[in-house]
């Protein structure tokens, strides 16, 4: 798409910050659009200027809903158009931002359940993040859970930031419990990091076990964020236990986005 059309449906912004987490994640702020508004855990469509022509792309948006700035985890996808550029990318350079925010992965569409469990494998983790910067999360659920899957412990990203939040509720006094899972596939656990997918930990009771608590259609709600493999098993899992999706017009136990 030429930058003439993609300009009037996207707003030009500029790289504010770059951090990298390893050779190939990382994490990236841009300037805000003037009005732009979105709900934690939706996703931004960016573009970025490659030989003339705009390349987009989806992002879920890792900051609050309040930022000043707007923050994306990303993965450097080899050959990608649109990360091989981004991996260049210097603060200052021009990123478009689309006026729009998309996406239904959020958690003020769960209207009951007392026990929140967002599932993430590598950048999925993106949504959790900005959902977890709200008061009002804090305040609906008893239990906030967050598994993060990688297969490497060096992909193990935003612990401190999760630290952070946990600390940050308890200052203020909202009533949640923030448990924060860590896990990989191509390593030994140990007591502070889980061994296995996702999957495997949700069939055999090891997230339950790691969090003492009981998962079941009354009291837990799910979102699933990553590798589609992982996605649609779980929502196998999660039906075989008497759950079925979040629908607009009610009803349900998860939600779920496949990314990539």
């Not at 050959?79 to 689309?98: H, I, N, S, Y």
């Not at 599932?119 to 993106?126: I, M, P, S």
């Not at 448990?179 to 007591?191: A, F, I, K, M, N």
């Not at 992982?230 to 009610?250: A, D, N």
């Amino acid at each position: 798409m030429s930058v003439d059309v993609y300009s009037e449906k996207a707003s030009c912004e500029r790289l504010l910050s770059v951090h990298r987490w390893t050779d190939k994640l990382l994490t990236f702020r841009t300037t805000r659009p003037a009005g732009y508004r979105f709900t934690a855990g939706q996703f931004a469509r960016l573009g970025l200027e490659v030989d003339g022509e705009i390349v987009s792309r989806a992002y879920s948006i890792t900051s609050a809903e309040s930022g000043e700035e707007l923050e994306y985890y990303a993965i450097i996808v080899p050959g990608g158009k649109f990360t091989t550029r981004l991996d260049a990318m210097q603060p200052g350079d021009p990123v478009w931002v689309e006026k729009l925010s998309y996406g239904f992965m959020t958690a003020d569409r769960f209207t009951d359940g007392s026990q929140l469990w967002m599932l993430a494998t590598g950048t999925g983790l993106g949504p959790y993040l900005s959902i977890l910067q709200q008061k009002d999360v804090w305040e609906k659920f008893q239990d906030l859970v967050v598994v993060h899957c990688v297969r490497n412990r060096e992909e193990l990203a935003y612990a401190d930031k999760f630290d952070a939040l946990r600390a940050q509720a308890q200052a203020n006094g909202l009533p949640a419990r923030l448990h924060y899972l860590q896990s990989v596939t191509r390593e030994s656990g140990d007591d502070a990091v889980l061994s296995g997918r996702i999957t495997t930990l949700l069939r055999d009771g090891g997230l339950e076990r790691a969090t003492g608590l009981a998962i079941d259609a009354a009291h837990s709600r799910f979102m699933a964020c990553g590798n589609p493999e992982m996605v649609t098993e779980v929502r196998e899992i999660l039906r075989e236990r008497g759950m079925t999706p979040l629908r607009r017009t009610g009803g349900g136990q998860f939600v779920t986005e496949d990314y990539w």
